[in-house]
């Protein structure tokens, strides 16, 4: 029963979250029942969908409850077994939390999955070839569902879902523009994602720039658009959509601190004649199997190199989520736990 | 070759469209050519997406040529024929403009359309049983695709568009729930036209007041949404919607004139997982049969009974259509010219 360091939601923030809406908390892990194993964790995901979870009102995913250790992904090892299709040392993929062990009752479906970490390094089963490299893959084969040689754009395109995106449409012959946040993201997005083009918001701080940055980006004009952030980036790719676009709504970080940011011009959506569609990837477990192959597959063979910006230890994890929801990390954010 | 009244479109609006756009102009109508037909109409139809082609820039509806006969549909009587297929004294629909007469090169598929007047009379055919009715039809079926028992939202509900919706909806087991202007109007919305509820705008002027009037009248939450209007209630409806909700995106009047009407809070399509479309009928002609013959069963059996604001002689079509854009008119907007 080893010591087990967790973080907790004690309070919900007002407006801008901060560190003090979280707090550690030190327990014991139990003792397990028949059917449970024990994860020592080796890394937790944090995911900008979690900001969501620590206000109290209706969000897209359900509310964290308070003085409870906070929901998230995590992969790690089996170090203890009372379930006979696991055994120590397996490496598994669950919702531990944010805590470095976790107690899984393993015969509820889908609680644990094992992984092989032959070609995949475990951590990435929390980027690519977990849940945002599936997020960017049903919001591109599901909603977007692209022609080759149509242009893509994706926001946030260093992100563990940007990058999964970009390597799932260049797949699928389709020019693909990223933005990203400072010259060494888009030098990562073309360089090494292979992206046609990437956009530096941090140039183009306005519609207007970042409608002109899109123009000579896409000289075609966009025929789908992947949504991460929000606001003025949204409005700039609305003035550039083809006749019948796609807009996969993914994320609108840019909002997810205090107040909402409008959408300018709607009208756009009807003259163009644009499809778009909101969309939360656990709701949709039946693309994983398909998404999980063709992403492991693109990560095994290097054509989708994901880049992770990780802290180390729990005590690192709200200052780590923090700089996320600023867009500080590069790749995928992960925190260490061992 | 009788003489023909027509409204040219003069110049283009700066902000609010006016009277002064518009040119009335006397021209004889040519002799016919093989092929052709001389159609006398008896009706113009005005509609909202005039306002979008009497601009220069980029809508969804091409622009308006200055100088030359707005575009528009009619019904009207062949008159004279040079085309074997049509016979003088034949009732046909059409896009002859805004005009007394038109010269139709009746060979071209899709230029003429005859219509039995048996059961739905010669009007209707440019409103519920025609493209305003299609379009509804459209929305529903193709974008909203209801389950029977789910809750519809339709604005500009006693309008053409909008009581056709009604009707489409109310086959299919919804609660329909209108937005018009005036109780008259709502009136007529529930009393004849058999809504199970309409909401009066003008008693709830901004998101917070018709919010709670849509809570009120949509207990179960909104599943579908068919917009003709935007700006402030399409705001309140997003705070109403149900996870999973449609909305088919059809008209946003309110922003015609002048500046774009902003969405507050575009991060609830998000939250709500909603599938937003917009949509324009003419570019889905292979709907057309099936839609028109629901809905010419529709208003023959006396389940949908139109309301029409009937304008007087060509030269009434300016003012007709600025009162349009305003509201003014009370169910389809034509001008009767024959």
Redesign the interface.
């Known amino acids: 029963m080893p010591a087990n360091k967790q973080i907790h939601l004690d309070n919900r923030p007002e407006g801008e979250a901060t560190a003090a809406n979280f707090k550690l908390v030190e327990s014991q892990t139990p003792a397990l029942a028949d059917g449970q194993v024990l994860v020592r964790h080796h890394y937790l995901s944090l995911d900008p969908y979690m900001r969501?979870r620590m206000n109290d009102s209706?969000?897209?995913a359900a509310s964290q409850p308070l003085g409870q250790t906070f929901q998230g992904g995590t992969v790690g090892e089996v170090v203890e077994s009372r379930n006979p299709k696991y055994a120590v040392g397996d490496k598994v993929v669950g919702f531990g939390g944010w805590q470095q062990y976790s107690v899984v009752d393993a015969t509820q479906p889908g609680a644990l999955r094992k992984v092989d970490t032959t070609h995949v390094p475990l951590s990435h089963y929390l980027g690519a070839v977990g849940m945002p490299g599936v997020t960017a893959w049903y919001g591109l084969v599901k909603i977007i569902a692209p022609k080759e040689g149509e242009t893509l754009v994706v926001s946030a395109a260093s992100g563990a879902v940007g990058s999964a995106f970009g390597a799932l449409a260049k797949a699928r012959g389709c020019r693909v523009v990223g933005i990203a946040g400072g010259p060494d993201k888009c030098k990562y997005v073309t360089d090494e994602l292979g992206f046609d083009a990437c956009i530096d918001y941090r140039q183009h701080p306005d519609v207007k720039s970042m409608s002109a940055a899109l123009k000579q980006a896409c000289p075609d004009g966009i025929d789908g658009y992947f949504e991460n952030v929000?606001g003025y980036i949204?409005d700039a790719v609305l003035l550039r959509l083809n006749a019948f676009a796609r807009i996969a709504?993914?994320?609108?970080i840019a909002?997810y601190d205090g107040q909402?940011?409008?959408?300018?011009?709607?009208?756009l959506?009807?003259?163009?004649?644009?499809?778009?569609?909101?969309?939360?990837v656990s709701?949709h477990m039946e693309v994983w199997p398909d998404a999980l192959k063709e992403l492991g597959t693109l990560v095994g063979s290097g054509k989708l190199r994901p880049r992770e910006s990780i802290a180390e230890g729990i005590e690192a994890a709200p200052q780590a989520f923090l700089g996320l929801l600023k867009g500080k990390n590069f790749g995928k954010q992960l925190v260490k736990l061992a």
């Open positions: 969501g209706k969000s897209y929000g949204l709504l993914c994320g609108m909002g909402p940011l409008p959408l300018t011009n709607p009208t959506l009807l003259i163009n004649r644009v499809k778009l569609e909101g969309f939360i709701e």
